[in-house]
């Protein structure tokens, strides 16, 4: 890896083509986009418009087929799996759509779950996580499974975790497409609360127009492109 | 990720199916519980051996006489003997340095038809062999004397006989006391047309012996220069056997070599204990196989256990690596949970197998005691490094089944796997 400038995200020329049989299908088509440590940005777009795509390609989950893509000063496009892994663990936090929380395990379990990867003693990440789910609003929750748990009360313990590990970045991918719109408004809002508390960077795909409305920039794709508010 | 965490993941995990566990880990008890019969017998029995033997002393040697070829027969229908164990060569062997006792042995022919008169009762007898400085064969129970002595005089003239015989003769346990010192006397019938009494007196009663009485070696002679009419059969035909017990196992060694150099026939205690150790080794071996066999089934169950693990766990895996597992972290956590279904099989088979054992020897001790064999002895013996071994074993074999799994959840890209359905 190699490093470079101060931007949280910097894309350079990013693509990434799928090849599907015979087919090759573009989801990038030279992404240039910068995101500034700190900011709030929503990525809005039709399906297939390659906002995912771009933030597996952040978030270290996958590779690009091309360009340059700089995340918290490394440049990841180049990156072996060992160096992704611990891209995956410092610097991201992830927040999916679908919560995937681990259903066995408790919400504090679920919330200290990525600190057992890299040796943090049991009584300091469990101290963390409650910590964690105080701050979004489960404190009297953290022994719950997630199936006792409501889809807004889910995704607040999905951003816990996201939170866990102290990233520069969180990246959230449609994190109100499974709950209701005024939960999904609360959780928009406890990303902002979070981004401007914290000074976390806070990258969010979103299908959802009145969500994106929470972040300081949208920035909208379309077949691979950026259309507006690169 | 540190080792506990690993460890309690692995075992949380295992125990999500408890009856998909149980029933992959059915396998390996089956294994290790043979492994563990069949190795424990083998144990229990080359420690009864060994303690028999040592009994008897390992220092000991029997001499036999040498026969010529099968076609060699001499009047009495008794195969020739070119080399005799006379009372001559008793003597020079006891004269030897480091020789502690030389006993004389002589059998009586399985033809022999003798009839035992005590007060007035009869009855057809079977003679003991007496080996008054050896216990007999391993595993024999020395008899107990219930009355007299155990043995009979060496001089001649007693005669020792079991309970079980009097008994037949209508006499109960506390009465036998009375019975020492008692005139008895031995009818021989020969096929020849004659017979001959020969009197005794009773030495001694015991609990229980191989056939009905014994006697000392003088009063077999007496018995057999009568029955072959030959008042010189001791030196036509010397003794059956010299049983010499010597100071050492070294000393035993140089008495064994000069003896075959002189062209007799020699058995070492050793070299029967070494030669019956190495028979059983094999047949423990082959035995064990069998357990071997039922390990290997057991390994691709496991291994088929784990493989349909990783694709339930797929979308798991995913969100593992996501949130920061790294591929190695995974394929530890799966090749634990492997090398533990192993261990609990091997814990189970080690207990199962523990008490087989047990049920197995108190079965073959009944069965002695039903068939009136004198016989003891603990022939299924788990020492702590067999259960040390099968543990480790079992954990092993569990281990490498899980290999291949592992690498298929590491290989895994987290992508993939979270859009797993």
């Given at each position: 890896?190699?490093?470079?400038?101060?931007?949280?995200?910097?894309?350079?020329?990013?693509?990434?083509?799928?090849?599907?049989?015979?087919?090759?299908?573009?989801?990038?088509?030279?992404?240039?986009?910068?995101?500034?440590?700190?900011?709030?940005?929503?990525?809005?777009?039709?399906?297939?418009?390659?906002?995912?795509?771009?933030?597996?390609?952040?978030?270290?989950?996958?590779?690009?087929?091309?360009?340059?893509?700089?995340?918290?000063?490394?440049?990841?496009?180049?990156?072996?799996?060992?160096?992704?892994?611990?891209?995956?663990?410092?610097?991201?936090?992830?927040?999916?759509?679908?919560?995937?929380?681990?259903?066995?395990?408790?919400?504090?379990?679920?919330?200290?779950?990525?600190?057992?990867?890299?040796?943090?003693?049991?009584?300091?990440?469990?101290?963390?996580?409650?910590?964690?789910?105080?701050?979004?609003?489960?404190?009297?929750?953290?022994?719950?499974?997630?199936?006792?748990?409501?889809?807004?009360?889910?995704?607040?313990?999905?951003?816990?975790?996201?939170?866990?590990?102290?990233?520069?970045?969180?990246?959230?991918?449609?994190?109100?497409?499974?709950?209701?719109?005024?939960?999904?408004?609360?959780?928009?809002?406890?990303?902002?609360?979070?981004?401007?508390?914290?000074?976390?960077?806070?990258?969010?795909?979103?299908?959802?127009?009145?969500?994106?409305?929470?972040?300081?920039?949208?920035?909208?794709?379309?077949?691979?492109?950026?259309?507006?508010?690169? | 990720?540190?080792?506990?965490?690993?460890?309690?993941?692995?075992?949380?995990?295992?125990?999500?199916?408890?009856?998909?566990?149980?029933?992959?880990?059915?396998?390996?008890?089956?294994?290790?519980?043979?492994?563990?019969?069949?190795?424990?017998?083998?144990?229990?029995?080359?420690?009864?051996?060994?303690?028999?033997?040592?009994?008897?002393?390992?220092?000991?040697?029997?001499?036999?006489?040498?026969?010529?070829?099968?076609?060699?027969?001499?009047?009495?229908?008794?195969?020739?003997?070119?080399?005799?164990?006379?009372?001559?060569?008793?003597?020079?062997?006891?004269?030897?340095?480091?020789?502690?006792?030389?006993?004389?042995?002589?059998?009586?022919?399985?033809?022999?038809?003798?009839?035992?008169?005590?007060?007035?009762?009869?009855?057809?007898?079977?003679?003991r062999?007496?080996?008054?400085?050896?216990p007999g064969?391993?595993?024999d129970v020395p008899p107990r004397a219930v009355a007299g002595v155990e043995e009979p005089?060496?001089?001649?003239?007693?005669i020792v006989l079991s309970l079980d015989l009097l008994a037949s003769l209508?006499y109960a346990r506390e009465e036998v006391g009375?019975l020492i010192?008692?005139?008895?006397?031995?009818?021989?019938?020969?096929?020849?047309?004659?017979?001959?009494?020969?009197?005794?007196?009773i030495a001694g009663i015991v609990d229980q012996m191989w056939g009905s009485l014994t006697?000392?070696?003088?009063?077999?002679?007496?018995?057999?220069?009568?029955?072959?009419?030959?008042?010189?059969?001791?030196?036509?035909?010397?003794?059956?056997?010299?049983?010499?017990?010597?100071?050492?196992?070294?000393?035993?060694?140089?008495?064994?070599?000069?003896?075959?150099?002189?062209?007799?026939?020699?058995?070492?205690?050793?070299?029967?204990?070494?030669?019956?150790?190495?028979?059983?080794?094999?047949?423990?071996?082959?035995?064990?196989?069998?357990?071997?066999?039922?390990?290997?089934?057991?390994?691709?169950?496991?291994?088929?256990?784990?493989?349909?693990?990783?694709?339930?766990?797929?979308?798991?895996?995913?969100?593992?690596?996501?949130?920061?597992?790294?591929?190695?972290?995974?394929?530890?956590?799966?090749?634990?949970?492997?090398?533990?279904?192993?261990?609990?099989?091997?814990?189970?088979?080690?207990?199962?197998?523990?008490?087989?054992?047990?049920?197995?020897?108190?079965?073959?001790l009944?069965?002695f005691r039903?068939q009136e064999v004198p016989m003891q002895?603990?022939?299924?013996?788990?020492?702590?490094?067999?259960?040390?071994?099968?543990?480790?074993?079992?954990?092993?074999?569990?281990?490498?089944?899980?290999?291949?799994?592992?690498?298929?959840?590491?290989?895994?890209?987290?992508?993939?796997?979270?859009?797993?359905?």
């Open positions: 890896m190699t490093t470079h400038g101060r931007a949280a995200i910097r894309a350079v020329q990013l693509t990434r083509t799928f090849t599907l049989g015979e087919t090759e299908i573009h989801a990038l088509r030279g992404i240039d986009l910068q995101v500034a440590v700190g900011e709030f940005v929503a990525l809005v777009g039709p399906s297939g418009s390659g906002k995912s795509t771009f933030l597996n390609l952040v978030g270290g989950l996958d590779r690009p087929t091309s360009g340059e893509l700089w995340v918290d000063g490394v440049e990841l496009s180049a990156s072996k799996e060992r160096a992704l892994t611990e891209h995956r663990r410092q610097r991201v936090g992830f927040v999916f759509q679908s919560f995937n929380l681990l259903p066995l395990l408790t919400a504090l379990e679920n919330v200290a779950l990525p600190l057992m990867f890299v040796g943090v003693s049991e009584r300091e990440r469990l101290a963390r996580a409650r910590s964690l789910l105080e701050q979004v609003g489960l404190a009297d929750r953290v022994a719950h499974r997630p199936t006792q748990l409501s889809g807004g009360e889910q995704q607040r313990v999905a951003i816990a975790r996201a939170l866990v590990g102290r990233p520069s970045i969180i990246l959230a991918d449609e994190p109100t497409g499974n709950i209701d719109t005024a939960t999904g408004s609360e959780i928009m809002a406890l990303l902002r609360r979070l981004n401007q508390e914290q000074r976390v960077t806070l990258l969010v795909v979103t299908h959802d127009l009145e969500a994106a409305g929470f972040a300081n920039r949208v920035v909208r794709l379309r077949d691979g492109q950026i259309e507006a508010g690169a | 990720m540190k080792f506990r965490d690993l460890v309690r993941t692995a075992v949380s995990n295992l125990f999500r199916h408890k009856a998909r566990t149980a029933l992959t880990t059915v396998g390996v008890v089956v294994g290790i519980l043979t492994i563990v019969t069949m190795v424990s017998l083998g144990i229990g029995v080359q420690h009864e051996m060994r303690a028999a033997f040592d009994t008897v002393g390992l220092e000991s040697l029997r001499i036999y006489p040498v026969a010529e070829d099968t076609s060699a027969f001499d009047l009495f229908g008794q195969r020739q003997r070119t080399k005799l164990l006379t009372p001559e060569l008793a003597q020079q062997l006891q004269a030897r340095e480091g020789v502690l006792t030389v006993v004389p042995y002589l059998n009586l022919p399985t033809s022999m038809r003798v009839i035992l008169h005590l007060d007035g009762h009869e009855t057809a007898v079977t003679t062999s007496s080996r008054p400085s050896s064969e391993p595993f005089p060496p001089g001649g003239g007693g209508g009375d010192g008692r005139e008895v006397e031995l009818v021989l019938h020969a096929p020849r047309g004659d017979s001959q009494a020969f009197d005794f007196t006697l000392s070696v003088p009063d077999r002679l007496r018995l057999l220069e009568w029955w072959y009419n030959d008042p010189d059969y001791l030196a036509r035909r010397g003794y059956d056997e010299l049983f010499v017990r010597t100071r050492s196992l070294n000393d035993a060694t140089q008495m064994l070599d000069w003896l075959s150099a002189e062209g007799y026939e020699v058995e070492s205690l050793k070299m029967m204990l070494d030669l019956a150790s190495r028979g059983w080794i094999i047949v423990e071996t082959m035995l064990g196989s069998v357990g071997g066999l039922a390990l290997l089934v057991a390994s691709i169950g496991i291994a088929n256990t784990m493989i349909m693990a990783v694709y339930e766990r797929t979308r798991e895996i995913g969100i593992l690596k996501a949130v920061g597992a790294a591929p190695g972290q995974i394929r530890s956590l799966f090749v634990l949970e492997a090398a533990f279904i192993g261990l609990l099989g091997g814990i189970a088979g080690t207990i199962l197998g523990w008490l087989l054992g047990k049920g197995l020897n108190w079965l073959i009944e069965i039903w002895g603990t022939f299924f013996v788990v020492s702590w490094w067999l259960v040390a071994g099968a543990l480790v074993f079992a954990a092993l074999v569990g281990l490498l089944a899980g290999l291949y799994p592992a690498a298929r959840a590491a290989r895994l890209v987290p992508l993939d796997a979270l859009r797993y359905e």
